[in-house]
């Protein structure tokens, strides 16, 4: 894009929209939708765009052939008002629409360069971007909203820089252009937008809340994060000091339609001011505003782990970033979920090194977590000293009195898979649940220490439960494992067949499902591939021919019903 040695015009953006050339006469073009179009490329990043996001901005409710006969006119229109400076300001081709570098003087950026251009041009810190521009379509308000946001942002950054100096007014010609803000290295932002609410009742009102505060308490569970929350524009400032660095915005728009409820949530990049994805669902108004609804339990969960992936992919690998890296937490756990005994150990490297790091309570949480690998997996070996490690990490965290459910959960099924206290497990677990019900981890380890405890009707009611909610999960195979493991012990075979083989269909290396669907194949009497699965197995597991480690991979409370689940090993292996 050519540039300009000095501006041909100047573009205020700061109040209404007025464009003025070199010798002040007025050119603000006479159309809504033109000077739409002259703001959204001043105000995006390279001052430049394509043809279809500009298209999806001012008629997001047209077809894409309507559009671009709407885009095309709207630049005649420009052309038409501007005359002879449109060509100097304005570059157009096929694809892309941009102002011509340095041609233009732009006042939000002045300001942010040189604070005195708000005084000397009269304007008051309180004035709103855009003041008066109405174009009446819904992506173009959200933009809007995002931009005015930024601008509150600006303005109490620069309040703050002013009562730091208030003598001193730099220049353009001696500070630096401003460069964006980097996310701070301690957390991740997110940013809380105003919710959509279209025909909600006074009791469907609150779920978008609820939805994306839970959504929002799950990540938290996972990654260190910064929450600001725009929702309320009245509510106090200083709640939103360091709000400039935030660098994803989240928003939910709910949509009823009698008795039929759709929620849509909405994730934002803030550095472009763009929608990165959505996706919705659709329920009975009843099935969402059920106490315990699942369908929105599954939602949650789905959203929160769809941003554990977003983030992990936007954020470089904590072998860059070093052991303190925010993503440390969810790596770790992926990584013992590839249940790989070189993945294993650089789990619990990366979690060594972040002990003293901002994790909290989650990374000793983890570390004794990832014994229960080295038990059940067969991806090492748990000496005497590791238990007694274990039981010191429980004490240390639980010393800490730890909200977090994820860090209880991991320790619950340390305490209760490793050290065989399933009653303290138990108290972990449910402590775990009190504070988030809509973790499927959470609910798929209290399974499991039902399952050892012999509990057989809450644990198949809660693997249920963490299968539904926890459908989109990477870890979703360990989810379908519980629920054959609770399947088999109540005697459901067909169900604990179905769901060992979803869970290898996802994790052909996992062994606690290879080990369950050995025990109902050989129970309905279909030797030939239950041998089939029990020589893969082997190949897992060598050491499992013996009884003894048959009894520490199963780890069974009731002794009938281990001797139950290795007779029908037995059987197979003859």
């Known amino acids: 894009m050519l540039g300009l040695s000095h501006p041909v015009a100047r573009l205020h953006l700061i109040g209404p929209l007025s464009l003025t050339d070199a010798d002040g006469a007025t050119r603000t073009p006479r159309g809504q939708k033109a000077g739409a179009l002259l703001a959204l490329l001043a105000l995006a990043p390279r001052r430049q765009r394509t043809r279809v996001w500009l298209r999806d901005k001012l008629w997001s409710d047209s077809s894409d052939r309507n559009a671009s006969t709407s885009l095309r006119q709207t630049i005649f229109e420009l052309r038409r008002d501007l005359g002879d400076l449109f060509d100097q300001i304005l570059e157009v081709d096929r694809h892309t629409l941009g102002l011509r570098t340095g041609a233009l003087w732009i006042d939000v950026h002045a300001v942010e360069e040189d604070p005195s ?8 810190e309180e004035v709103d971007l855009l003041e008066g521009i109405d174009i009446g379509d819904p992506e173009f308000e959200d933009w809007l909203l995002m931009e005015r946001q930024g601008w509150y942002e600006t303005r ?91 660098e994803y915005f ?58 554990s992936r977003e983030i992990e992919r936007r954020r470089p690998a904590p072998a860059q970033q ?7 937490g969810y790596t770790a756990l992926n990584m013992m979920f590839r249940l790989d005994r070189n993945a294993l150990h650089n789990a619990e490297t990366l979690l060594a090194g972040a002990q003293d790091s901002q994790g909290g309570v989650l ?8 014994t229960s690998f080295r038990v059940g997996e067969n991806l090492g070996s748990l000496a005497k000293t590791g ?76 693997a249920r439960r963490a299968v ?65 699965v029990y020589d893969g197995l082997l190949l897992r597991d060598p050491d499992f021919t013996d009884p003894a480690v048959q009894k520490a991979r199963f780890r069974i409370s009731q002794s009938d019903r281990e001797d139950d689940l290795i007779a029908a090993v037995r059987r197979i292996s003859g």
């Open 387 to 462: 238990e007694d490690e274990t039981r010191a990490i429980v004490a240390d965290v639980l010393r800490d009195s730890p909200f977090n459910a994820i860090a209880l959960a991991c320790l619950g099924h340390a305490v209760g898979y490793v050290l065989r206290d399933h009653e303290q497990a138990r108290g972990l677990l449910e402590r775990a649940l009190q504070l988030n019900p809509h973790q499927a981890f959470v609910w798929d380890h209290y399974a499991l220490n039902r399952l050892y405890a012999g509990d057989y009707a809450t644990a198949i009611e809660s």
């Open 117 to 124: 251009t708000l005084s000397s041009a009269r304007l008051s």
């Open 363 to 370: 990374m000793p949480a983890l570390s004794a977590y990832a």
């Open 322 to 328: 070093g052991a303190s890296t925010l993503l440390t």
């Open 156 to 246: 109490e950054r620069l309040a703050e820089r002013a009562a730091r100096s208030p003598a001193t007014v730099p220049t353009p010609k001696s500070t630096p252009p401003a460069t964006p803000a980097m996310p701070q290295a301690g957390r991740i932002s997110l940013g809380l937008m105003p919710h959509i609410q279209q025909g909600c009742d006074d009791q469907t009102a609150f779920v978008a809340d609820h939805l994306i505060e839970s959504v929002v308490r799950n990540l938290g569970e996972l990654h260190p994060i910064a929450v600001y929350d725009f929702r309320d524009a009245g509510g106090p400032s200083d709640r939103l000091i360091g709000a400039g660095d935030t």
């Open 250 to 307: 989240l928003r939910v728009r709910t949509l009823q339609v009698h008795g039929s409820l759709t929620l849509t949530f909405f994730f934002h990049l803030a550095e472009t001011m763009t929608l990165a994805w959505s996706q919705s669902i659709q329920a009975d108004r009843s099935e969402v505003l059920t106490p315990d609804s699942q369908i929105l339990a599954g939602f949650v969960t789905q959203n929160a782990d769809r941003l």
């Open 468 to 532: 539904s909610i926890g459908a989109y999960s990477p870890l979703s195979y360990s989810y379908d494992t519980t629920l054959a493991m609770a399947a088999t012990m109540a005697g459901q075979h067909g169900q604990a067949i179905a769901a060992s083989r979803a869970a290898l269909s996802k994790q052909p290396r996992f062994a606690a499902a290879m080990r369950y669907l050995v025990v109902n194949l050989s129970k309905t009497d279909r030797a030939d591939e239950a041998r089939q």
